[in-house]
Nanobody
Framework: QVQLVESGGGLVQPGGSLRLSCAAS????????MAWYRQAPGKQRERVAR???????DYADPVKGRFAISRDNTKNTVYLQMNSLKPEDTAIYYC???????????????WGQGTQVTVSS
């Protein structure tokens, strides 16, 4: 069963905005770190933004001042607000969660299925 569900991707013109969402299922508890990664065609996956359990955030240099990561712990959901989008932001965006399995109580990595973001005129 899918444990992270992503939404919010799509096609947008340069300078536009999108908001990505990622919701964790009840099979994940004690969520510690949440992050967004992206992978452009022919490139390696890179971390875009990260938010810890104490709400400390950090961003990759290319998106600083344009993207903002946030989380809603009551919904176990992480968001990525993307403003002033550029063509080079085009990629598949993946949600990441470090948390414990409700079944095994083991710490593990969880990945979303990916959502396509395309910035083009």
């Amino acid at each position: 069963q899918v444990q992270l569900v992503e939404s919010g991707g799509g096609l947008v013109q340069p300078g536009g905005s999108l908001r990505l969402s990622c919701a964790a299922s009840e099979s994940i508890f004690s969520v510690y770190e949440m992050a967004w990664y992206r992978q452009a065609p022919g490139k390696q996956r890179e971390r875009v933004a990260r938010i810890s359990s104490d709400d400390t955030t950090d961003y990759a240099d290319p998106v600083k001042g344009r993207f903002a990561i946030s989380r809603d712990n009551t919904k176990n959901t992480v968001y990525l607000q993307m403003n002033s989008l550029k063509p080079e932001d085009t990629a598949i965006y993946y949600c990441y969660v470090a948390g414990q399995s409700a079944l095994t109580i083991r710490l593990r990595d969880y990945w979303g299925q990916g959502t396509q973001v395309t910035v083009s005129s």
